[in-house]
Nanobody, 125 residues
Framework: QVHLEESGGGLVQAGGSLRLSCVAS????????VAWFRQPPGEEREFVAA????????YYTDSVKGRFTISRDNAKNTVFLQMNSVKLEDTAVYYC??????????????????WGQGTQVTVSS
């Protein structure tokens, strides 16, 4: 059973950068598509970015395109989310996830079977 653990969250000023990491243990991530979701205060969990296993294609929600980058290092069994030019509205708990979604469900949280515990990102003005 693969276990995921996020790190790298914290307090960052608007316009700054942060890099989140998600390390897998108990198994390999190489057979999974991976994604990041976030849950802002008082809101539901939402899709942020995904990198599919097949072809390595990446997907982003519109609000982070051009600012966030998802990447993976299979040798280190790790997924990253590079967050640049952060905004106040990026404040949320960020979760990494792994699964085998079909193409049409890449952005759906229900398509991912393995989740980390989350890491808090707070953007200040």
């Amino acid at each position: 059973q693969v276990h995921l653990e996020e790190s790298g969250g914290g307090l960052v000023q608007a316009g700054g950068s942060l890099r989140l990491s998600c390390v897998a243990s108990g198994g390999t991530l190489s057979g999974y598509s991976v994604a990041w979701f976030r849950q802002p205060p008082g809101e539901e969990r939402e899709f942020v970015a995904a990198k599919r296993l097949s072809g390595g294609y990446t997907y982003y929600t519109d609000s982070v395109k051009g600012r966030f980058t998802i990447s993976r290092d299979n040798a280190k069994n790790t997924v990253f989310l590079q967050m640049n030019s952060v905004k106040l509205e990026d404040t949320a708990v960020y979760y990494c996830a792994a699964g085998r979604p079909i193409l049409s469900t890449t952005r759906s949280s229900s398509a991912y079977s393995v989740w980390g515990q989350g890491t808090q990102v707070t953007v200040s003005s």
